[in-house]
């Protein structure tokens, strides 16, 4: 039978994964084992606190007031049990980072990072949308651009690099510019915004001022690593943090250009739940992100 402060974690991923099935998973119990717990907490307490059906669970009103009183007191048991074990991070971190992200930065770094806190396990989504982290058990996202105003706390990381490049075949056919002035009779793969649903302009710094350029564009795509492919087939300019084309330079198979006038950096920033204690072991691994790109020649860390 669990305890009152298990209940109240167990409600608590209820609520969050709107879900008994994934509450009892992420908390490594049966389903039925959950159910039963809420029953109990409902009795107890004399309200209704989930409002059920065979899709969905969702919080009544009493349920959400319960909820955010829970959230406050297991994070004053935490930071209390915290200071009696030294803050030893421990648990399943869940994290969700775009898959090249992770390949280059994150993943070479990672043995000494699991050797440094041995009571982690790491679960790695691959994503480029904006996942809801609360919904879907995450504890926090890395993501390049300027993220929404999406409710999350978001911690700056570093500023990457950007580059404009293209391949050595369309260079032949079209020219190498030595400035945006000459990007006439020019083309580029168009990159549509997720957020807007526009195609991104081509960004220059000239005279310490930013020039966007809109090129024509006989393709357009919503995905980075398809426009980084159709760069390599000659379909025209593209633009993208200097990571992702880091192979390529050394290949030969991308050219950059246009180095004299880069375009603004990128933000990679780490979001994760503002009504969620933050975990020890969350803060373990945001600071040893930070430490990564600290150390990269890619980006610039974020200042404290």
Not at 49 to 67: C, E, F, I, K
Request: charged share 25%.
């Amino acid at each position: 039978m669990m305890d009152r402060l298990d209940s109240m974690r167990l409600l608590v991923r209820v609520i969050e994964r709107r879900s008994f099935s994934a509450a009892a998973r992420d908390i490594g119990v049966p389903r039925s084992t959950a159910t039963e717990a809420v029953k109990r907490l409902e009795a107890r307490l004399g309200a209704r606190l989930l409002q059920r059906t065979t899709r969905h669970v969702a919080p009544t009103l009493d349920g959400d007031a319960y909820y955010r009183r829970c959230l406050a007191i297991l994070a004053d048991v935490e930071d209390a049990e915290s200071a009696f074990r030294d803050a030893q991070p421990q648990g399943l971190l869940r994290i969700d980072v775009h898959p090249l992200l992770a390949q280059r930065f994150l993943l070479p770094h990672l043995p000494a990072f699991l050797a440094q806190h041995p009571g982690i396990d790491l679960h790695i989504g691959n994503g480029d949308r904006l996942v809801d982290l609360v919904r879907e058990g995450v504890d926090c996202v890395l993501r390049a651009g300027e993220p929404d105003d999406s409710g999350m706390i978001i911690r700056r990381i570093a500023t990457l690099e950007e580059a404009t490049c293209a391949s050595p075949a369309y260079l032949a056919a079209h020219g190498t510019p030595a400035s945006p002035d000459d990007l006439a009779g020019h083309r580029m793969v168009g990159f549509v915004s997720s957020r807007t649903g526009d195609v991104l302009p081509l960004e220059f710094t000239v005279d310490g001022g930013l020039r966007k350029i809109t090129l024509p564009s006989r393709i357009t795509v919503n995905g980075s690593g398809t426009m980084a492919e159709l760069a390599r087939l000659g379909f025209g300019l593209v633009q993208a943090p200097r990571y992702r084309f880091e192979d390529d330079f050394a290949r030969g198979t991308l050219v950059e250009v246009l180095k004299d006038f880069p375009p603004s950096p990128t933000p990679l920033s780490a979001l994760y739940p503002q009504n969620r204690h933050v975990a020890p072991r969350v803060r373990a691994f945001l600071d040893w992100v930070v430490g990564v790109f600290a150390e990269s020649t890619l980006g610039v860390p974020a200042r404290p």
